[in-house]
């Protein structure tokens, strides 16, 4: 059974910086066949995507609201993926999610994963 688990979270002030981190377990040497997506959810919000990235790594798509700021990442000989979130604003805090898929068309639809982690939340201060 595939499992994801989400590390990075904590509190930091707006223009800072946190680098989340996504370790996938039960996957074996198959990772690299596994997009991975992020995702968000603020209070009284509902879900977002934030990033996704396809099992090679060379194709990645984001949000509008994050672009140039978030840059998404995989090690797939550590299978783990990663989130870089920089000039972090308030409007950013929310738990991230990490979510995986062998077969993803669309990286933004989140039901197109199969697996999603528990999450990890992201505190902005302003």
């Known amino acids: 059974q595939v499992q994801l688990a989400e590390s990075g979270g904590g509190l930091v002030q707006a223009g800072g910086s946190l680098r989340l981190s996504c370790a996938a377990s039960?996957?074996?040497?198959?990772?690299?066949?596994?997009?991975v997506g992020w995702f968000r959810q603020a209070p009284g919000k509902e879900r977002e995507f934030v990033a996704g990235?396809?099992?090679?790594?060379?194709?990645?798509h984001y949000n509008d609201s994050v672009k140039g700021r978030f840059t998404i990442s995989r090690d797939n000989s550590k299978n783990t993926a990663y989130l870089q979130m920089n000039s972090l604003k308030h409007e950013d805090t929310a738990v991230y999610y990490c979510?995986?898929?062998?077969?993803?068309?669309?990286?933004?639809?989140?039901?197109?994963?199969?697996?999603w982690g528990q999450g990890t939340q992201v505190t902005v201060s302003s």
């Open positions: 990235i396809k099992g090679a790594g060379r194709t990645t």
């Open positions: 039960g996957v074996g040497d198959r990772f690299n066949i596994y997009s």
């Open positions: 979510a995986a898929g062998d077969v993803v068309l669309l990286l933004w639809i989140g039901r197109e994963y199969d697996y």
